[in-house]
């Protein structure tokens, strides 16, 4: 059951209490409120206000204030501990809450855009739904946070340790994560968007990606508007979503998600192209999705390969019963087999160019070398990595 939010003034003795301890911490030259506990909105606020901080600053506002000589102090809360606090909606943007501790906090719908995680403790914290849009978040330790629905584009998240948090979700739009970032046993889904996330080597084996069957980028971004080039826009970005999470996902030796995030953009890309009017490189597009599914699906090669040869020879077989010459069922076959591979023109005493065995043939030449060449392209992509 979730605590009730304490927004009530604290009483004289915590304010007591507050003011003793910045007074010493200032002195020490320590951060102003250095492992200071405060538990509720209602302590924070008063803090706030009594300090002159304002949470809701924000860039338009510095620059504003700045012009007319006032100088907006953002909230220095260091090293504070905010532990098991009830903070809901708490308006922090722009706040240094370095090294800060949020053990087990409630930060759910919390603003903290533009603020200082840096090294900041969120283990167990709850910030759902909170906007953390430009954070610095580098090696913020936050195993088994929650940050369901939470607004982290364009976050600082290098060195990061997020192992079995929740990210369901979560708006990653323009991250920067590294090597260092862990993300072991973390949870997206198909609400969760990954447009141009700088992924930077950030290790992504040990995430169950079976579960996560679309990207949240493709519903936000297609349902931007009802404008062609808009609508044309947004499909567009988001296959960069797919196709970013699919280059680095084979980087790591996935090739089996890589393949499928891949596929998906593509499809997306084809979709595009036929919303953008360019309906022969749609058409281009949809033949390579049904015979090679854009090289990420060989066995659909080899269906094609065999779909076409059994019915070119059907066509053989039914051609030489009507205007001979006639062919047995494996005559047919043997033919269009030949054929295929562009070497059945002239077969036997089939020597009139004019006539429909010659033109049946060439027609299969002609498809035998495309579906060879998507057979090539497919075997390079699937085995060789080209």
């Known amino acids: ?28 030259g320590r951060p102003p409120y250095w492992h200071v ?21 924000d860039e ?50 919390a603003q903290l855009v533009d603020s200082n995680l840096s090294y900041a403790r969120l283990r167990m914290a709850n910030l759902n739904g909170a906007n953390l849009q430009n954070a610095t978040m580098t090696l913020v330790h936050g195993r088994r946070a929650t940050f369901a629905g939470a607004n982290l584009t364009f976050a600082s998240l290098q060195g ?8 369901r979700g979560a708006r990653l739009v323009g991250a920067h994560l590294d090597a260092a970032t862990i993300l072991s046993e973390a949870q997206f889904d198909e609400r969760t968007q990954l447009a ?4 930077n080597g950030a290790l992504l084996t040990r995430i ?30 988001a296959a960069r979503a797919y196709n970013g999470l699919a280059g680095a996902l084979k980087e790591q030796g996935l090739a089996i998600p890589a393949s499928r995030f891949r596929l998906r ?15 022969v490189n749609w058409l ?24 076409m040869v059994l019915g070119f020879a059907a066509a053989y077989f039914f051609v030489g019963q009507a205007a001979g010459p006639a062919l047995s069922p494996l005559g047919a076959f043997i033919f269009s087999i030949t054929s295929f591979h562009g070497r059945g023109f002239f077969p036997g005493t089939l020597t009139a160019l004019d006539g429909p065995f010659p033109a049946v043939a060439a027609a299969e030449a002609v498809v035998g070398l495309f579906i060879e060449l998507v057979f090539i392209a497919t075997f390079s992509r699937r085995f060789l990595g080209n």
Do not use: C
Not at 9 to 22: G, I, K, L
Not at 62 to 69: F, S
Not at 268 to 278: G, I, V, Y
């Open 37 to 57: 506990h405060i538990h509720t909105l209602g302590e924070l606020d008063w803090i706030m206000t009594q300090r002159g901080w304002s949470g809701n600053v």
């Open 284 to 307: 281009g597009s949809a033949i390579l999705d049904a015979v090679a599914g854009y090289g990420e699906r060989a066995g659909r090669a080899f269906v094609a390969y065999v779909s």
């Open 208 to 237: 169950a990606w079976d579960n996560v069957k679309r990207l949240g980028d493709e519903d936000f971004n297609l349902t931007r508007g009802t404008k062609r080039g808009v609508v044309v826009e947004g499909i567009r970005n």
């Open 160 to 167: 990061a340790r997020l192992s079995q948090t929740d990210l």
């Open 60 to 109: 338009l506002n510095q620059i504003q204030r700045a012009t007319q000589d006032e100088y907006i102090v953002v909230a220095d809360l260091r090293d504070a501990n905010f532990s098991g606090a009830q903070l809901v909606n708490a308006k922090l943007i722009g706040a240094d809450l370095s090294r800060a501790f949020f053990l087990g906090a409630d930060l759910t719908g």
């Open 1 to 28: 059951m979730t605590t009730a939010v304490d927004s009530t003034t604290p009483s004289t003795t915590r304010q007591a209490e507050f003011a003793a301890a910045y007074q010493a911490n200032v002195a020490a």
């Open 196 to 199: 141009d996330v700088i992924w």
């Open 265 to 279: 953009a593509q499809v997306l890309e084809r979709r595009a192209l036929r919303k953008d009017r360019q309906y």
